[in-house]
């Protein structure tokens, strides 16, 4: 990749990659926690395998935007992805007053 258009855009996907990683990171810590706090053995290994696949069908969409030197529809996961991700924050923190309420109830 010569020149500065391709430099730019070289630049925009090494961000993304990085993006990525950070969330990969994230989601394997939060498996773990999971996994410890959740030691049923069968749905953990079934829940991994899910995880899995759509993990390598994230990485063939990636590869297809590498070789078309696009971003859109790896951006559009990431998107939804945060969406989902915020959203279940939420409700994770909705959860967490709901218990203090009771408990002080």
């Known amino acids: 990749m010569t020149g500065i258009h391709n430099k730019a855009k070289y630049m925009a996907v090494a961000e993304d990659i990085s993006e990525v990683a950070v969330g990969l990171r994230e989601n394997t810590k939060n498996l773990c926690r999971v996994l410890k706090d959740n030691p049923n053995v069968?749905?953990?290994?079934?829940?991994?395998?899910?995880d899995r696949n759509?993990?390598?069908?994230?990485?063939?969409?990636?590869?297809?935007?590498?070789?078309?030197?696009?971003?859109?529809?790896?951006?559009?996961?990431?998107?939804?992805?945060?969406?989902?991700?915020?959203?279940?924050?939420?409700?994770?923190?909705?959860?967490?007053?709901?218990a203090l309420h009771a408990k002080q109830l």
């Open 54 to 98: 759509t993990f390598i069908n994230y990485i063939d969409g990636f590869i297809r935007d590498l070789h078309n030197l696009t971003t859109e529809s790896f951006n559009s996961m990431i998107l939804t992805e945060v969406e989902r991700q915020n959203s279940l924050n939420k409700k994770r923190q909705q959860e967490k007053e709901t």
């Open 42 to 50: 069968s749905g953990n290994l079934s829940k991994i395998q899910s």
